[in-house]
Each structure stands twice: as structure tokens, then as C-alpha cells.
């Protein structure tokens, strides 16, 4: 893997990495109309991150940790006969990360501490409509704020730099949509969305989409066509950071993503629907999409981005036991600008997945997913390069020891390929996963 991720004399150094992983889901139905869901999540991890900015040695007491929390709260209530179906959500999530560099021999410019802390609060009310024959009317209101504290005290071969950053994010928004039923044959979703974003002016997108499904040969025809706003978020507009390419700085300055496009796509059901086969062919055009700066200093908008591909998958249950899936998607994205291709955009893309029940109780799950040719940046001299092709392959067994309980095991990058995703960070080898899941 070069030079990047060797000590001084030249040896490579084994990094540790250690995730710990609780999640807990729960729910109540206190009556026929009304249940509560509470979902739970706790991650922590623990890296060697040998991040270096005095190439071309690898600092090998460069190393991290972060926690990260989520608390998901969902209540239910359904009223007027059914008429009526309302449900309000509440999310809290937030991380905690901490990296550390001493001074040691190798490095002995560098030392640095840095701590990053986010929040993420959101919540939503959906009110959903059955009233009206044919129709799912949804009304919908959310708020969700974003905010972020960070503190670095560096010292490194680019200088000294020290920062304390504190900032927040809100925006609203509420949406509205309609599903209806035309005729037994077609079918239309209608939707339009207004985000207020503290930070931009308020702006309000659509998307009108529909299906129309041919009884003759059971073939079903769909089309959208639709408007999009993603603002960017409090990371990207303020917070600072330590790595081995430098100090990296957000871009306060920075304008939300627009865009607006379409798609027309086709799925076709054969052999007693044993055999599902589906095509898509989309098109978008993205105002303003946020990008890092050739040298990962800071971030950037690109002014006029067009992209287009195709997306299709072939579903076979080839018997009771034995179900397989392909996937295939080709990808086109250009900078209008300088009529390039964007980075880090595989062109091609393909995924095989096998799923089989060898009896009631054990199953085996495989899948293999090929990442084709790209353009990415060079992580010595960020000079525009195009990278190989890679494919990977996860097996999974389970054993569901009865209704509650099952066992299983998950091993990942099977074959043990040695990848950079993106160029110059090294992804992990072999991994084997195992665990108890407890339904109840």
C-alpha cells in the first residue's frame, strides 16, 4: 500500500480498530388504536488513526476514540374509524469523538488534541387521511436542529493552530402529499415540500410521480419528475479539523444543493412471478452540490452538475429455498464547468446476492458487490487519477434457534482484499461478526 502507511525504517504497522455495538428496539400496543416504539443505539470505537502531517513517516501513537448515541421515540394513533392515522417522532442523536498524537521520535513535530461533539434533535408530526376514496392524503410537519462544539490544539509540520468552534442549525419544514388511485390501472403520488432554513431563504420543492400497470402482460410503467433542497449541514459550514493533508476548515459560505430531474422505468413479473426483472433510466441536474476542495482544506460548490445513469436488478426465487438477486447500475456525473467527471463515482456498479434456507432453522446469505473504474485524488499530491476496479464479498449464516431467539455470524471482505476507499485510507481486511438478535 506505499509509503503512506509504513514506519520510518519501513515496516508496516498493524492499527487497531475495536467497535462496540448495543441496539435495542421495543414496542407496546396500549389498544387497538394506539402503540409506542422506542428505539435505542450505543456505538463505541476505539482507532489507531497513524494520521501523519510530516510525510513521509507513519505516527504510530496517533490514535482515537468516539461514542456515539440514538434515541428513537414513535407513538401511534390511529382515530375516526380509521379515518384518521397520526404519528409523532422524536430523535436525539449525538457523537462525542476524541483523537490524540504525542511527540515521539519518528514525529517529533507532531502533537496535537482535538474534541468533536454533535447533537441532532428532530421532531415530526404526520397526519395521514383515509377518507376520501382513493386517496391517502399526508400532512406533515418537522423541526430539527443541528449543533456542533469542537476544540483542536495542534502543532505539526503546517504550524500551530488552535480553534474552539460552537455553532447550530435549525430548519422547519412541512410537506404535503397525495396518493391516489385514478383508475384500476393508474396511480399517482403528488407532493410538495417548504423548508425554512435559518440560515437561507425558504424554498419549496415537488415531485409528481406515477405508475401505470398493463394487466395483459403484468408489466408496470413508472415516471417522476421532481425538484430538490439540501442545505448543508452545521459540519460542512463550520467545523475544524486536524489530518494528514492538513488543518480543514469549513466553508461558512457555503450554498444549499438544488436540483431537479427525472426518471422512466419499467418492472415486468414472469414465470408465476418467480422471476421479477426491473429498469430505470434517470436524469438530474444539481445546482450548487457541495464537494471538497482539491486539496481537502475545505469544501466547495460546483456550480452545474448533471447526472444520468441507468439502475436495474433481476430477482429470481429459483425455488422455495433459494432466492437470487442482481443488481446493475451505470453511473454518468459531470461538472458542467470543465466538462469532467466527477470524483469518488464508480461507473459501473454490480451486486450478486444469493439467500438460502438450507432447512427451517439455517440460513445462508452471500453477496458480492464489484466497484468499477473512477476518478479520484492522489492522497500524496491530489493530482486527478483514475483507480482500478475492486469487488468484495460478505457471507452471513444464521440459526434461528426458535421464534425469539437467533444466532449469527458475519464475515466480511471474505477473500481479504486489500482496497483504499478513497485513495490513501486503507479499509479494513477479514472481519468475522458474531451475535445474538432476541425478537420479542
Do not use: C
Not at 504510530?60 to 394513533?77: K, M, V
Not at 504550524?159 to 383508475?183: K, P, W
Not at 494528514?244 to 431537479?260: I, V
Amino acid at each position: 500500500l506505499g509509503y503512506r502507511f509504513r514506519q520510518v525504517d519501513g515496516t508496516l504497522d498493524d492499527d487497531r480498530h475495536e467497535n462496540y455495538n448495543v441496539n435495542a428496539r421495543l414496542g407496546y400496543a396500549a389498544s387497538d388504536v394506539l402503540s409506542f416504539d422506542l428505539t435505542t443505539r450505543h456505538v463505541r470505537t476505539e482507532n489507531d488513526l497513524d494520521l501523519n502531517s510530516s510525510f513521509p513517516a507513519d505516527d504510530s501513537d496517533s490514535a482515537g476514540e468516539a461514542e456515539q448515541w440514538l434515541i428513537g421515540f414513535n407513538t401511534r394513533l390511529t382515530s375516526f374509524d380509521g379515518a384518521l392515522e397520526q404519528r409523532l417522532g422524536m430523535t436525539y442523536s449525538a457523537i462525542d469523538r476524541n483523537d490524540w498524537d504525542d511527540l515521539d521520535a519518528n514525529n517529533p513535530g507532531d502533537r496535537s488534541r482535538e474534541r468533536n461533539r454533535g447533537w441532532k434533535r428532530k421532531f415530526d408530526l404526520q397526519n395521514d387521511f383515509y377518507g376520501i376514496d382513493d386517496h391517502v392524503l399526508t400532512l406533515g410537519l418537522e423541526t430539527e436542529q443541528d449543533e456542533v462544539r469542537s476544540n483542536i490544539d495542534s502543532t505539526s509540520l503546517w504550524g500551530s493552530f488552535t480553534s474552539s468552534t460552537r455553532a447550530d442549525v435549525r430548519n422547519n419544514a412541512i410537506y404535503l402529499q397525495d396518493q391516489f388511485q385514478a383508475t384500476d390501472a393508474l396511480s399517482a403520488t403528488l407532493g410538495v415540500r417548504s423548508d425554512d432554513h435559518e440560515n437561507f431563504s425558504r424554498e419549496t420543492t415537488y415531485r409528481l410521480a406515477l405508475a401505470y400497470r398493463l394487466s395483459a402482460t403484468d408489466t408496470r410503467l413508472r415516471g417522476s419528475y421532481g425538484t430538490g433542497f439540501k442545505a448543508p449541514t452545521v459540519n460542512q459550514l463550520y467545523t475544524q479539523s486536524v489530518s494528514s493533508f492538513g488543518f480543514f476548515n469549513g466553508n461558512p459560505n457555503l450554498q444549499p444543493e438544488t436540483s431537479k430531474g427525472w426518471e422512466i422505468g419499467a418492472d415486468q413479473s414472469l414465470a408465476n412471478n418467480s422471476l421479477r426483472l426491473g429498469l430505470t433510466y434517470y436524469r438530474n441536474n444539481i445546482r450548487d452540490l457541495i464537494v471538497f476542495t482539491d486539496d481537502f482544506s475545505s469544501l466547495q460548490n460546483l456550480d452545474d452538475v448533471d447526472t444520468s445513469g441507468i439502475e436495474s436488478y433481476l430477482h429470481w426465487d429459483a425455488s422455495d429455498r433459494i432466492a437470487v438477486r442482481l443488481d446493475y447500475a451505470h453511473t454518468h456525473a459531470q461538472n458542467n464547468a470543465d466538462r469532467e467527471e466527477l470524483r469518488r463515482r464508480p461507473f459501473n456498479k454490480v451486486r450478486l446476492a444469493f439467500d438460502i434456507a438450507v432447512n427451517d432453522r439455517f440460513s445462508l446469505a452471500t453477496e458480492t458487490t464489484y466497484i468499477g473504474h473512477r476518478y479520484d485524488t492522489d492522497a500524496v499530491n491530489f493530482d486527478r487519477i483514475l483507480r482500478p476496479g475492486y469487488a468484495l464479498t460478505n457471507v452471513t449464516a444464521r440459526y434461528q434457534f426458535d421464534p425469539e431467539w437467533q444466532y449469527f455470524i458475519r464475515v466480511e471482505n471474505l477473500f481479504d482484499r486489500d482496497y483504499e476507499e478513497p485513495h490513501g485510507f486503507a479499509q479494513p481486511g477479514v472481519g468475522i461478526f458474531n451475535g445474538i438478535r432476541l425478537s420479542l
